[in-house]
């Protein structure tokens, strides 16, 4: 039996035109005779250019054409010695550089070769991406490790130093910081820097209004990545063109700088030569870097107010034992000018108890402080409710109601203290001269910011004072000491009385 014959399912002429792969027939004296049109895919040309016309050197790189030129006479003068496959680079139709694999093959019987020639182009692009992802990958943490325990006065620099180091590494033509000013709507940039021959823009890049950037602070809200391929791509009328332009940029990709629920601003890179496409892995990797940036920024903020609410504790503290020291020193004269204007053991007792209210509101200026956040500014008018609201009782068998409208003013201690006593002093007055012969009074006290003036009002709807002497040249010590204090603190003092009751209204200069 004899045995079955198979034909082959592909014949020479299909596998030369379908097999995927270049193939092309080289003659001895180096002119390709003949190509497919993979091969005529992968250099550009259109076949009836290369068969018949283009000599096979033409097409190497000019590196490596000595090479090349060995080989090929190598191959017909002693076919053993030559490798059968290897790398070369080639050139396009279009001047592009193509790396590829070749195998060759000597025709038998024939002085021509046949070549068959693979791209490693792609592949070559590949490998050399995974090596720049991971350089830039050390390069980041190594920035990174430059921020651990870095004091705040240093951060500025290391920030400029990261910008010089991504961006001479990425081939940018400028990189920068821009820091957002949430209260005036601006956004301003901090840091530049610039490749050689790029001019900076940093000067001309300050308090940008908001209202310019509506897309990008949009884009960075959401978290994302504002990226623009292409510049004069974009509409001419494009608010965003209008800023980019100017500046000769290109292509540009800007990643937000965000801590919690806040956009500081954005990290911006620039290529200004040409237009560059940055690839996904490539901007996943700077997203890296404004991370870094966002966290060494917070870090800077908040280690500037720890230090500096420090500092201010420190001054304060020395300041809180001198101005103990004087409070004493003022209870003890106000002891001995309160010894003058008493004889019987009732106004002994009433003598005590205004001094104990005088304490008392030194006491609460100093509660106040070490209950603040800022301690070198209390809230004036949250202090005055506290101190006031304490009057709103029975006030020697009369019911005395106190309402009070305060702004929220803040002061330091130096006016805090006599403000205190001063409110003190004439709400006082107020429950003990006001309500002769009644049984219920209302007092009402404002303590407001005019345009140029603090505006301090006591009034009461009690009996009012009667001899105008008395208004003009009170002789009492609580209207000696509200004087002693209305002229430390720079102002001046009205009193006036009539048929409602009696008011005194005291205006002082804006705290600086």
């Known amino acids: 039996m004899k045995p079955e014959k198979f034909e082959p399912v592909v014949d020479a002429h299909d596998f030369f035109e379908n097999s995927g792969t270049g193939i092309i027939i080289i003659e001895e004296d180096g002119v390709i005779s003949l190509a497919n049109e993979e091969f005529a895919r992968k250099t550009g040309y259109a076949r009836h250019e290369i068969e018949g016309k283009i000599r096979w ?73 995974f090596r720049y992802q991971g350089a830039l990958q050390q390069l980041l943490m190594d920035l990174a490790k430059g921020f651990i325990n870095i004091i705040p006065d240093k951060v500025d620099a290391h920030l400029e130093e990261m910008l010089a180091s991504i961006g001479s590494f990425t081939k940018m033509d400028r990189t920068y910081i821009f820091m957002h000013d949430h209260d005036r709507q601006t956004t301003s940039n901090t840091h530049e820097w610039c490749a050689d021959g790029i001019a900076p823009e940093i000067d001309n890049l300050q308090d940008i209004p908001f209202r310019l950037l509506p897309d990008i602070l949009k884009t960075h809200k959401k978290g994302s990545v504002f990226h623009v391929p292409d510049v004069l791509a ?3 009328n494009d608010s965003i063109r209008r800023i980019l ?14 801590h919690e629920d806040t956009d500081l601003g954005f990290v911006g890179f620039d290529s200004v030569r040409q237009v560059r496409l940055f690839a996904e892995t490539e901007i996943d990797l700077l997203k890296v870097a404004a991370e870094i940036i966002s966290n ?26 001198h101005r103990v020291k004087n409070n004493l020193a003022i209870i003890s004269s106000l002891l001995t000018l309160q010894s003058d204007f008493f004889s019987t053991a009732e106004e ?34 949250e202090l005055l409710v506290k101190l006031v609201s304490g009057f709103s009782k029975v006030y020697n068998d009369k019911v005395i109601d106190v309402a009070i409208q305060a702004d929220d003013i803040m002061l330091d201690l130096n006016q805090t203290v006599p403000f205190s006593l001063l409110a003190n002093e004439l709400v006082v007055n107020a429950c003990k001269h006001a309500f002769k ?48 204090l209305v002229a430390q603190l720079g102002g001046e003092l009205d009193l ?16 600086g």
């Open 57 to 129: 050197m033409e097409l190497v790189h000019d590196d490596e054409v000595d090479r090349m030129m060995k080989l090929h006479r190598l191959r017909r003068e002693k076919p053993e010695d030559v490798l059968a496959s290897y790398n070369f680079r080639f050139k396009k139709k279009s001047g592009q550089i193509g790396e590829a694999m070749l195998t060759v093959a000597m025709i038998p019987g024939t002085r021509k070769s046949i070549v068959s020639i693979v791209d490693m182009t792609g592949r070559r692009k590949a490998e050399e991406a």
């Open 234 to 236: 974009m509409p001419e």
């Open 245 to 258: 332009e100017p500046q000769g940029i290109r292509s540009v990709v800007l990643l937000p700088l965000q």
């Open 296 to 321: 060494a920024l917070i870090r800077q903020q908040k280690v500037r107010i720890i230090q500096r609410n420090l500092d201010e504790k420190n001054i304060l503290l020395a300041e809180i034992h």
């Open 348 to 381: 002994t007792r009433e003598v005590l108890e205004e001094m104990q209210h005088r304490i008392k509101s030194m006491a609460l200026v100093h509660e106040m402080v070490y209950e603040q956040e800022n301690p070198a500014q209390i809230n004036f008018g």
């Open 437 to 484: 012969d009644r049984k219920h009074g209302l007092i009402d006290v404002l303590f407001e910011k005019n345009t140029d003036r603090l505006r301090f009002v006591v009034k009461d709807n009690g009996v009012g004072v009667a001899d105008s002497d008395v208004l003009e040249n009170p002789k009492t010590l609580g209207y000696t000491i509200i004087r002693t």
């Open 496 to 511: 006036k009385s009539d048929s409602e009751g009696f008011i005194a209204e005291g205006r002082f200069p804006l705290p």
